[in-house]
């Protein structure tokens, strides 16, 4: 496509905008891809598609092409054009799928006929048929002569609608007998309503209606083209076969081909008219911004399907567990250790080498039950609703679908954030280490003062000399280090306990906020990562639509 683009740029420095309209018609088309309705992207592509190889052709030429039904004279109008009896008019009209193309000026043509899929054996170049003089006033001029667009040929149908496709302008050849055939203005001339500015009508056999009729005929054509939404369409009475009108025809043809802005007409026409059908599907919404309101309730409902509430009691629990242990009194903190550890029962926290005796690193966390899932499901709903309430219904369904399009990973990506996640409860706190020590301490102190006052005792009861015992303040030292040492430490343990549950709340809040964090970015790549490439994209088609249409 970018080599399409290129043709595009080079009529940009020429004083267009069209390249402007091409580059933005393709990027809605790439950002619509698999949103909208896959017919009209398909459409629209073939648009750019089609506009971008056209500005790399010739833009010396333009390819104008006469279109009609059967018997309405459109042959022997192309006849009088070219002056030379090129097609087969009447009975002898041949049944060929193919059209026939006169050319104005070869230079660069060779390469548009070819585009235009045009047999040789049906091209003429009218330079060639002419004695040197001035130039031609179709000098450039493509004419196609296009099959009739009511033959009983399928293959003429087609080659009709393909090159009614190409053509920089179009001529519709009508007959007195048959304007009003629906068959061409519900076909082809109410569909190209965006084109009038690339389009001329013309009343062929006039000569065949009475000169009194003829004003009110032609009023009754102008008539039928408001009627399809051509207000601006001229409309040219003339006889093919006796010549009137036609040199009129010629100079409106000249006319618009001398003006070089027939091909930029067309292809703007059809670049806009792609776009507004893109753009009844995108609609012109702002593109919306995810509300954190909606973004923070879906991560609390991400968070409580994972156990986050759970986890952080069991950080609450462990730490004080362990810190307990640690600073409580050592003649009875051996208890603690029949207590299990919330942590390792959840395999939170248990270490590398714990990850490797367990072969993973999952957790035994409950999975999320039938309420903390609905509540997941209603959480992403709510938010799509919020978002999308503005766009078009393919769009918002586009959102939606992403949004969840995740989500059956939800369990195994919640588990691996919270296996991941440090939650720093397997570490005492430092003050704990020194509290320790001190207890041993103290545990020491009573030991020394008990065996202390057990040989004094034994000294009596033998009835030995009575040694001295030192005191402080009028109590036995071996008293006091006994008592002192088993106070001191039940009272140390007790204020502890203070300490650890403070740091078991601390340690709790940061292991929620850790949790969060991790639970957050699965949030984002579950759910809101990929509603945000959606409105991304929307944002992009929607910007698009709005260079081709402005």
Known sequence: MTSLLEGAKKLVTRGSDIGGRLAGLEQAVTASRGRI???????????????????????????????????????????????????AVGVRRPTTSWATACVWGTEGAPELLEWLGIPSRHQVTRDNLLSAGSKHPLEGVVLLDLPDHDSTEVSHHLEVDRLVRLADMLIWVLDPQKYADAAIHDRYLAPLATHQDVMLVVLNQIDRVPQERRSAMIEDVRRLLVADGLPGVP????????????????????????????????????????????????????????????????????????????????????????????????????????????????HLDLGAAGKELTGSARTSVPTANQVQRAKVDSE???????????????????????????????????????????????????????????????????????VWLGVLALGSYARLPEVPTPEWRGFPVPTLLLLGGVGLGILLALLCRVLVSLTARRRARSADRRLREAIGQVSEELVIEPVRTELAAYSAARDGLAEVLR
């Open 37 to 87: 309705d896959d017919s009209v992207v398909d459409e629209a592509s073939a648009v750019v598609t089609r506009a971008g190889t056209r500005l790399k052709l010739s833009a010396d030429h333009t390819v104008v092409a006469l279109a009609g039904a059967t018997g309405s004279g459109k042959s022997s109008t192309f006849n009088a054009l070219t002056e030379l009896e090129l097609s």
């Open 235 to 346: 409309v040219l009475a003339v006889s093919a076969r006796e010549g009137s009108g036609m040199d009129e025809l010629r100079d409106e043809i000249a006319r618009k081909v001398a003006s070089k802005k027939v091909t930029k007409q067309r292809l703007d026409a059809d670049l806009r008219a792609a776009a507004a059908r893109m753009a009844e599907l995108t609609g012109t919404a702002k593109t919306p911004s995810l509300p954190r309101e909606r973004v923070a309730a879906l991560e609390d409902a991400f968070a409580e399907a994972a156990g986050v509430p759970t986890v952080v009691r069991a950080v609450e629990d462990s730490t004080r567990i362990r810190a307990n242990r640690a600073t409580g009194w050592p003649v009875t903190a051996w208890v603690t250790k029949l207590k299990p550890d919330p942590l390792k029962r959840l």
């Open 380 to 450: 992403v709903r709510s938010l799509v609703d919020e978002v999308s309430v503005d766009l078009r219904p393919s769009w918002a369904t586009a959102v939606r679908q992403a949004s969840v399009s995740r989500l059956p990973d939800l369990g195994d990506r919640l588990d691996k954030a919270l296996a991941a996640t440090d939650l720093g409860a397997e570490r005492i706190p430092a003050w704990a280490g020194l509290v320790r020590v001190l207890q041993w301490l103290l545990i020491v102190s009573a030991a020394v003062g008990a």
